[in-house]
């Protein structure tokens, strides 16, 4: 009976370990794969004209000649919908007051969102903003820009509810130089922008054109890898030492448990406190900067994981077996050459293990940054400048783009793309972390 009942708990734990495992890859895929799915579309996207004259006119890249011919058989598709307007202009005065006041309005929402789907009218004077001197660079986008001039939204209470409808604007425009506009729009959209599938590997390492509009997310990869390098060179020695310390070196008593419970205290801090203490004594204290700087970042995030480093590399000291410690005592070591060329080797697989993974939770934290090392809209940092300024990072970076940027619902692939970049950037630093403790144990063995 007993037998029996051993058995049906094992098999009842085996499938309840099964069971975690397939509901942890589905949450996983569930929350993962709406990132990179849409994370794409910043690197694979159907460009329209638009994109190629930006792409021209902010980094030279393109064939000019080509982008120059097909700018100039878009701008002959564009004519009748510039005339239309103008004639409308024209012709607006001379309507009926009642008239005039019922179509001004609308009208004024038809030029405005045709400035913004094609970019400004030839001949008009470039505005100053980036974004409005170009028209959509998305089709995606532009289809939406183009159903805004078709349809104006607005609120339906007829029933016992309310609902959002969408009226043509066409109708109120009828017998007027404005009518042409509509069918056009809606029937020769793709001659008007020329929508064309695009590949975009420089998201990755293109710096932003006027707050995101444009451009890509380099300065933030790159200031991510500042943050998260500096920091580990900063936590990883002081963290190896003091593992090396609590396991070969200190004595078992209270001093050495407070110790202890010290780490661990540190390591269930939340990490907006460590960025208030990071701004308060790294910033404010040591002057370490004359403000954010990615010093005082790496500094602020190199406590976030020390702890994680600590415990780490003092559980992966402790699983090497004392046989080797005494086999090198035997032969007339000392206690640091002991640990220099026996344990510390025989206990590097964890410790590059705990090493890789608090390197990609330091790329991945935000609060400690937001105070201490990070800025909205930054450019390149060199490494002659990291000890003095601030940079962007992809994870403050994003929850800026998601919460404060003005153009929260336009920039959507941007905030995908950085997303997915800053998870794959954390899973392979984990992937890397698993490959390294593979190999290195592999040499070991052998």
């Known amino acids: 009976m007993r037998m029996l009942t051993r058995k049906i708990l094992d098999r009842a734990f085996t499938a309840g370990g099964y069971l975690a495992v397939a509901l942890m890859t589905l949450f996983l ?13 910043a690197y694979v996207f159907v460009g329209t004209v638009e994109y190629r004259r930006m792409m021209l006119g902010e980094f030279g890249r393109g064939n000019e000649q080509r982008v120059a011919a097909e700018w100039a058989e878009v701008q002959r598709a564009r004519e009748p919908v510039y ?48 974004r409005m001197i170009y028209g959509q660079t998305r089709w995606r986008q532009a289809q939406d820009k183009a159903a805004n001039i078709l349809f104006e939204e607005t609120w339906d209470y007829s029933g016992n509810g309310s609902q959002k409808v969408h009226v043509p604007r066409q109708p109120l425009f009828e017998g007027t130089a404005l009518a042409p506009v509509f069918p056009l729009l809606r029937k020769e959209l793709r001659s008007l922008l020329r929508p064309r599938l695009t590949f975009y590997p420089r998201f990755l390492t293109d710096p932003s054109i006027d707050a995101h509009f444009f451009g890509g997310i380099g300065p933030e990869v790159l200031g991510t890898v500042y943050l998260a390098l500096g920091a580990m060179l900063i936590a990883v020695p002081l963290g190896i030492v003091a593992a090396v310390y609590f396991q070969e070196y200190a004595r078992e008593g209270p001093v050495l448990t407070f110790l202890r419970s010290c780490v661990n205290t540190l390591a269930g801090v939340p990490s907006v406190v460590f960025g208030l203490f990071g701004l308060a004594f790294f910033i404010n204290t040591l002057h370490v900067s004359p403000g ?66 608090s390197m990609g939770r330091a790329a991945g934290e935000t609060a400690p940054v937001v105070f201490t090392a990070a800025v909205s809209v930054g450019k390149w940092v060199t490494p002659s400048e990291v000890l003095s300024q601030p940079t962007p990072a992809l994870s ?51």
């Open 396 to 446: 403050w970076n994003l929850y800026n783009l998601c919460t404060e940027h003005e153009a929260v619902e336009e920039i959507r692939h941007v905030q995908y793309g950085m997303a997915a970049t800053l998870v794959l950037i954390v899973l392979a630093l984990n992937l890397a972390a698993i490959l390294i403790r593979a190999r290195v144990a592999k040499r070991l063995k052998v």
């Open 292 to 357: 954010k700087s990615v010093l005082a970042g790496a500094l602020t995030l190199a406590l976030l994981v020390l702890p994680t480093v600590i415990r780490s590399s003092e559980e992966a000291i402790a699983a090497v077996p004392r046989a080797y410690k005494e086999g090198a005592l035997a032969l007339g070591a000392g206690q640091w050459r002991t640990v220099l060329t026996v344990i510390l080797p025989a206990a590097l697989p964890g410790i590059l293990t705990g090493i890789v993974i």
């Open 29 to 41: 895929l569930w929350v993962l794969v709406p990132i990179f799915v849409k994370g794409a579309g």
């Open 83 to 130: 005339e239309a307007i103008a004639a409308f202009e024209r012709e607006l005065p001379a309507l009926p007051v009642a008239r005039r006041k019922e179509l001004k309005p609308a009208f004024q929402a038809v030029r405005e969102g045709v400035a913004v789907l094609l970019g400004p009218a030839p001949g008009k004077p470039l505005p100053a903003l980036t």
